[in-house]
């Protein structure tokens, strides 16, 4: 689904970029050049990600919000002008989003994303949703990972936040690791030998596969059952604390008291 | 997490503090728009660089249309878009400038670096100390980051643990006996200096002829040292002066140094019996060969000959460059200057030709040459904002509260990507911040000048910006004069000229940091080839590990030395991005790109010449006093880490 047709980086590019480069490499660099992304939701943490997306160099970022700036999102995002208040959140965020970064495609899109069609979905790489409500959410990433697509969950809740991410049931990938140096079996290596080495800084790619679950199962684990209880203990409070602002079906009591049983 | 409330209370505080955040690059223009949202009023920001196309991908308040601009000048700028009521102060500026002085920094509530050389976080540190303010401290590189808080008298200060010195190799493999690419680029920014730029006698780009591996008997290497520093080591005239001579033709040129010298190497044969030899090039040989490459340009390695004519041309552009600046003209490395870049490039791959290495792409050498460290927004961003979370504790009292907090790049084994850990108190020995610092210094008088002990001991080891030096003894003689000009007869002269001896005091001031420290002198003849002192009597437990003081020597300077001394123009130094990495059971350890990474210490014409350090943090870590077991569910979820 990505896009790979301009297998070139320009130089303007690569003079831009050239840190990232050096970090992740031209072949991630190349694929991110040909994602489209979805960003769900234009708040405080919607703006975060906007940055960062656009600075990345996706070829394509759509800004999706319903809702009207207002007196508090001016605190909470830098996207939006303080003068923007009234208006749409998305395409009040637009102009400064742009201009982080004119090699990306940005539009914004002022629908609300709980109203959007499933094929709406499928138009892109990646799909980011901030502040979104438990349902879309499952649905969303249900219909997503069906098609190979990337999700993306999270909210903020003051010093509490949570993320989520569903990279597929079969994500595969690379990752870099330092060659092997195998020491010189030559009897000749005395103690001032110093051979020709291999180059310590090279590297070698090696191919890895992650399997992610839905959504829906990470909401939904049984937490009475035996493997569930015995990592009761390593998870974080905060899992309790969003089930509550989620669902009524179990109670954040509930599993609070399960986790400190 | 502790529970800090964001009462009435702290948001008058918020609004009437006054905060001081020094760099305004990749951390700093994130650290500008938290404070600014959070609802910080009175903020003022000091860099002293300009912006440049490769900070566009992360220092986000910058776009293209103000690259060549003042970075403080347009951070505030753009910051002020989103929160127009705030009062922010911009300084094109150095922090080391004495404007900035205890006064000034007494004017913050809490100061922020956003830094990216150790030399400025130093000064920053002591300046903070003598004017008893916070300071929350920070750096970044790649995926990995860290921030920490210093408060006089509670927590270590920035220098209380011993930083690992600037890798650096011996001159004799640079000269004779490289094994790996980054010794032939150290080698290729020596030649540029010694051809085109400010010539060095630490640089020396010739064979070594007194290298201790070379002789077959011990008594040879003594014969072979003594000639060579009578006869200035096989030359008898410098390199710029026979490179003028021949009119810096570049093939004379090529057919020394990758010819003759490589021949005269040869006839050292002691070297080469347990080593590869390497195989000196011809260039009316290779004439006209392969070049070869496709992809990006400065991603390809080129054919043999490539490099060939890339000396070639690299050369008569630098020769021309020299000409235009006229007599007595010095041109000074830097990695965004093209054909600077190209020199390098192509001599250090034809010297690992040579030396049967594998070749190495333009952007590849840039990295090394350039110590560059990659950057990303998002690591600055998530550092930044644990900066405003610890700065938020500390406005509110709340200082025992205060961590150290590491970025990581893979969740650890209890699934944690972010790891705090109990700040640690003072050092008793630390020589900056303990009551009356001292240290020891093993020198010989009578070969150590006292330029040296100002630059490369009182400036470069111990952070000292502008020093005054008196000796104890009696008579309260004065060596060094901070003032400009008073004390310059004494420069050249030796510590044993004015009775320096083994035993003997030195009392070193730095007025504007306030800082005293006491130097005892060890006199010693045993030093090792090429070190010019060694830094003695840190408690044992503190001792730096072994690799800093005693083999590795050449620092890799690229030119200008003179990096302790900033200047307020927008050349700035270069600088090596402080982190301290921990490793994790999951992590395959630091990334082949910054522990490559090599410090250099220049001015430079643009930002963004970055360099990396990296040191496991585990020793510290054991020293910690994280007391919580491992099964602890406190809320701050420290974890002992063994």
């Known amino acids: 689904m990505i896009e790979k047709e301009d297998p070139v980086i320009s130089e303007e590019e690569a003079a831009q970029y050239d840190r990232q480069i050096r970090l992740w490499g031209l072949d991630a660099q190349k694929r991110l050049r040909g994602s489209r992304v979805l960003l769900a939701g234009l708040g405080g943490l919607g703006a975060e990600v906007a940055k960062n997306l656009i600075l990345a160099g996706v070829k394509g970022l759509t800004l999706l919000d319903h809702e009207q700036v207002s007196e508090d999102s001016c605190r909470a995002q830098f996207l939006a002008p303080v003068t923007a208040q009234g208006q749409n959140r998305a395409k009040a965020s637009l102009e400064r989003a742009q201009n982080l970064n004119p090699m990306v495609e940005v539009h914004a899109d002022s629908d609300s994303v709980e109203e959007k069609p499933d094929d709406f979905f499928l138009q892109f790489d990646a799909v980011c949703l901030t502040g979104c409500s438990r349902d879309l959410m499952v649905r969303v990433d249900q219909l997503c990972s069906q098609h190979n697509i990337k999700v993306f969950c999270g909210d903020v809740y003051g010093y509490y936040g949570y993320m989520f991410c569903n990279l597929g049931k079969e994500h595969n990938y690379v990752e870099e690791k330092p060659k092997v140096v195998k020491p010189s079996k030559d009897s000749d290596d005395g103690p001032e030998g110093k051979k020709a080495k291999v180059d310590p800084t090279e590297t070698t790619m090696v191919k890895k596969m992650a399997s992610f679950c839905s959504l829906k199962e990470a909401l939904e684990v049984d937490w009475t059952s035996e493997k569930a209880r015995a990592g009761l203990k390593r998870t974080p409070v905060d899992y309790f604390l969003l089930q509550g602002t989620f669902t009524e079906r179990r109670s954040t009591q509930e599993l609070l008291l399960l986790r400190w049983s | ?642």
């Open chain 2, 1 to 642: 997490m502790g529970a800090i409330r964001k009462g009435g209370e702290l948001v008058d505080s918020l609004s009437s503090s006054k905060v001081l955040v020094v760099g305004a690059g990749g951390i700093g223009c994130e650290l500008l728009k938290n404070l600014v949202l959070t609802g910080f009023k009175n903020i003022e920001v000091i860099d002293l660089d300009t912006i440049d196309v490769s900070n566009l991908n992360r220092q986000f308040l910058f776009q293209k249309k103000h690259v060549g601009k003042s970075k403080a000048q347009v951070a505030k700028e753009s910051a002020l878009q989103f929160c127009p009521s705030a009062n922010i102060v911009a300084y094109h500026d150095s922090i080391m400038n004495p404007d900035y002085n205890v006064e000034f920094f007494r004017k913050f509530m809490l100061v922020m670096n956003a830094l990216d050389n150790r030399a400025a976080r130093n000064h920053v540190n002591r300046m903070c100390l003598a004017a008893d303010i916070p300071l929350i401290e920070s750096g970044t590189a790649g995926y990995l980051g860290q921030v920490t808080v210093i408060k006089k008298g509670m927590t270590e200060c920035y220098e209380c643990q011993p930083k690992p010195a600037q890798k650096t190799f011996p001159g004799c493999t640079i000269r004779n006996t490289p094994s790996e690419p980054i010794h032939c680029i150290v080698w290729a920014k020596y030649l540029f200096n010694q051809l085109f730029g400010e010539e060095d006698a630490d640089q020396e780009v010739s064979p070594d002829t007194a290298d201790p591996e070379a002789a077959w008997n011990p008594e040879e290497t003594a014969t072979r040292a003594t000639a060579s520093e009578k006869d200035g080591d096989i030359k008898r005239i410098s390199t710029k002066e026979w490179a003028r001579s021949t009119g810096y033709d570049p093939v004379k040129l090529f057919n020394k140094l990758f010819k003759d010298d490589i021949m005269y190497l040869l006839t050292m044969d002691k070297l080469w019996k347990k080593r590869k030899a390497p195989t000196p090039l011809d260039w009316q040989q290779l004439e006209n060969s392969e070049t070869a490459g496709s992809g990006l340009k400065d991603q390809q390695v080129l054919g043999l000959w490539g490099y060939c004519e890339l000396f070639q041309h690299s050369v008569e552009t630098l020769r021309s460059q020299l000409q235009e600046k006229g007599e007595g003209a010095e041109l000074v490395w830097d990695k965004d200057d093209p054909p600077a870049m190209d020199f390098v490039t192509a001599a250090a791959n034809l010297r690992m030709h040579i030396f049967s290495m594998k070749m190495k792409s333009r952007f590849d050498v840039k990295s090394m040459a350039g110590n560059i460290i990659p950057a990303i927004a998002t690591t600055n961003a998530v550092i930044a904002g644990l900066i405003v979370l610890e700065g938020l504790k500390i406005l509110s009292g709340e200082l025992e509260s205060c961590r150290t907090i590491f970025l990581n790049k893979c969740p650890n084994l209890r699934k944690k990507l972010l790891v705090p850990c109990v700040l640690d108190p003072p050092s008793a020995n630390c020589y900056v911040c303990a009551s009356k610092p001292e240290v020891t210094v093993k020198v010989n008088v009578h070969k150590t000048m006292v330029l040296s002990l100002q630059d490369r001991i009182l400036k470069e080891r111990f952070g000292m910006v502008a020093p005054d030096v008196q000796i104890e003894d009696g008579k309260g003689t004065i060596l060094i004069s901070s003032e400009e000009g008073e004390t310059e007869d004494n420069n050249s002269k030796f510590l044993s000229d004015f009775g320096i001896r083994n035993g003997s005091r030195l009392q070193a001031d730095d007025f504007l940091q306030d800082y005293t420290l006491l130097i005892n002198i060890l006199h010693t003849e045993e030093l090792e080839r090429d070190v010019e002192f060694e830094v003695v009597g840190e408690a044992p437990d503190k001792a730096p590990p072994p690799q800093t003081n005693q083999e590795e020597v050449n620092s890799i300077t690229n030119g200008n030395k003179d990096s302790a001394q900033p200047s307020t123009s927008s050349k700035a130094p270069e600088e090596d991005d402080d982190i301290m990495i921990v490793d994790s059971d999951e992590e395959e350890g630091v990334s082949s790109s910054s522990a490559a990474a090599v410090s250099s210490t220049t001015k430079r014409k643009h930002s963004d010449a970055e360099t990396g350090e990296t040191s496991t943090k585990r020793p510290r870590m054991e020293q910690s006093s994280a007391a919580a077991s491992p099964n602890d569910d406190d809320d701050d979820d420290i974890i002992a880490l063994d």
